[in-house]
């Protein structure tokens, strides 16, 4: 039996302004819900909280793992970082920060110069992220501080495939943080399950993600495409 796995933001939904203001495009909850119950596993693995990603797509049968699949044990450490990050941040016009539990997000995409800012926010982020146990993972014009040493979008991947026992498995998805999941995709294959590695291709996907894929499709739309012919 196989699964289908997604990333969301850039992948089911466009990348824009703030996280807010995210929502599947059309047709991406019909081709979901036209797989559940064809597939053994349909699931979404976002770095968003897994309640609300679950009231955005709001389809039965799929299942959600948010904030990278980790769990909320990383949480003190976020909240014990908040102050001094918030306190960086600041330093920067138009970065701002999301704390999503056990997770810090700071965005820069509302940055007058993004490429400046970025560069700005990881060197000063980067030691506070060590002081408190956290590491940085970057991602499309965000500074993420999540737990450190814990697995994420790979090893959530990773651990799905093995308790649902699954023979073959896809996963799409447009950031550089989905370069773990085709890597959990790649050491599958070599066990012998059959794999499809998509690259939602943007203004902004990774030529890495783009040179590590399978498949390239274009944009959410180009990704709702595949997913019916899959049902």
Known sequence: MGGVLLDFDGSLSQI???PELARPV?????????????????????????EEVS???????VEVHGLYGL??????????????????VSAVPGAWVEHKGSTLAVHYRQAAEPAAARSALVSALRPAAAGAG?????????????PAGRPRKGGTVERLLAERDLSAAMFAGDDVADLEAFE??????????????????????????????DVTVDGPPGLVELLRTLA
Request: a positive charge; aromatic letters at 2%.
């Open 55 to 61: 009231n955005l797509v709001g389809v039965p049968g």
């Open 184 to 213: 959990a995709l790649d050491r599958a294959a070599r066990r012998g399950v059959v794999t499809l590695k998509v690259a939602v291709r943007g203004a902004e996907t990774p030529e890495a993600l783009l040179g590590a894929a």
């Open 71 to 88: 769990d909320e044990r990383g949480e003190q450490r976020a909240a014990a970082a908040l102050e001094e990050v918030e306190s960086l």
């Open 16 to 18: 824009v302004a703030r």
């Open 134 to 146: 956290l590491e940085i993972v970057e991602g499309k014009m965000v500074v993420e501080l999540v």
């Open 26 to 50: 059309a047709g991406a909850r019909e081709a979901l819900a036209a797989l559940v119950g064809r597939f053994r596993l349909v699931g979404i693995v976002s770095g968003r909280r897994t």
